[in-house]
């Protein structure tokens, strides 16, 4: 499995990195993805609330995001 991993644009090479820089490496990664999941939610609600949806290819992009970022977050576990 690569040790190498991608968060906001900025690589990250797993097996270099001390257990401090992991955890937050991890606590990074879990802001980014509750941001992610706060937003999805409100457009949820807001098609309930309002019937208006959003952006299609917003929402598939966000919703990938977040499956990435839920994807990385067990790998930096791993490492530590």
Known sequence: MPTIITVEG???D???MTRD????LKSQI???????DSQLS??????????QYADPD???RAQHAAKRM???????????
């Open 14 to 16: 797993l097996e270099a």
């Open 58 to 60: 917003w929402y598939r």
């Open 42 to 51: 409100d457009a949820k609600a807001k098609v309930h609330t309002t019937g």
């Open 30 to 36: 879990d802001g980014s993805k509750m941001r992610i």
């Open 21 to 24: 820089e992991l955890l937050k």
């Open 70 to 80: 839920g994807r990385q977050r067990p790998r930096t576990r791993s490492a530590t």
């Open 10 to 12: 900025q690589e990250h």
